[in-house]
């Protein structure tokens, strides 16, 4: 049985890690995603998340929910320093004034002076991701550029890109005056781009991993069930586990308090045989995966 005053420290140690950037930020390794929570019930999930421990809230204008946040944000008894919060600039946005006034309304809806970070959501606008060559270069260098501004601003702490590949980051650091501090890509096991990975981190742009346990669809595959019973865990806490060693910002999405502090139960170390193992895991698809984007329902 497990001493529970040394089990709950540890708990408490993995809300304390943390990643500087490349800016001197700091933002917790963990933190928790929040795509299809809905806006009414948003707040309530932040609230138990940062009872928990979480320190790390992530969001974006097309999940719809940055009212719900915000208002959790607000009112979840922390004090706002102590918190990390993130949004997302809207996909479609490939003008400056589009994702400018995109930044001042996210700041609006969720009621803050500032967001510690905020991201370009993908390169291509949803609709056409992996439709159409046209990687939307000078787009991309707009919304970056009010970004940059914001940031410049002090309505951003970080600033950032999501769903980046690697001739998107390089076509954006040709004319960009302040590098990207995260890339925020799909990461699990089964789908661990390590060129793109190590790409980035050679840039010293920190990696975050969205959908680290693949959407559920790991919990189908035997394979992975048995390692995590050899170190006597779940296999979202494999999975979890997997993207941290990585060097990654793991970003579990879950609306369910039980599942939240499960998802932090990670007092364990896949050791570097079972790292490769699972680096190179066979490819299942999952919810976002090449040729299967998702579309945020309207919100587009």
Not at 116 to 124: A, F, K, L, R
Not at 170 to 180: D, H, M, N, Q, R
Not at 243 to 251: D, F, M
Request: charged share 25%.
């Amino acid at each position: 049985m497990k001493n529970m005053g040394n089990y709950n420290r540890k708990v408490n140690e993995m809300f304390d890690n943390s990643i500087v950037l490349n800016n001197g930020v700091k933002i917790p390794q963990l933190g928790l995603g929040t795509w299809f929570i809905d806006d009414d019930k948003a707040a309530d999930a932040v609230k138990a998340a940062v009872e928990i421990g979480y320190r790390h809230i992530d969001t974006a204008q097309a999940y719809g929910n940055e009212c719900g946040v915000g208002e959790g944000v607000r009112t979840c008894g922390i004090l706002r320093d102590e918190l990390f919060v993130v949004s997302k600039v809207a996909a479609e946005h490939k003008n400056y004034e589009e994702a400018m006034a995109g930044i001042n309304e996210t700041l609006e809806k969720m009621g803050l002076d500032y967001l510690d970070m905020m991201i370009i959501h993908s390169p291509q606008p949803w609709v056409k991701v992996n439709q159409c060559e046209d990687r939307y270069v000078e787009g991309n260098r707009a919304a970056w550029k009010a970004l940059e501004d914001a940031y410049k601003a002090g309505k951003l702490k970080a600033i950032g890109i999501s769903n980046f590949l690697i001739e998107d980051i390089a076509s954006l650091l040709e004319t960009a005056k302040i590098k990207p501090m995260v890339n925020q890509i799909l990461l699990h096991i089964s789908n661990t781009p390590m060129e793109l990975v190590e790409y980035c981190q050679k840039n010293n742009i920190v990696v975050e991993a969205y959908s680290p346990i693949a959407h559920g669809e790991i919990l189908n595959q035997p394979e992975i069930t048995t390692i995590a019973k050899k170190y006597g865990v779940t296999v979202p806490q494999l999975c979890i586990r997997y993207t941290l060693q990585l060097g990654a910002i793991s970003l579990p999405k879950t609306g369910n308090p039980e599942h939240m502090k499960s998802n932090a139960e990670l007092d364990f170390e896949i050791s570097a045989e079972d790292m490769e193992l699972l680096k190179n895991f066979k490819k299942i698809k999952s919810y976002g995966d090449s040729g299967n984007f998702p579309v945020y329902g309207g919100k587009m």
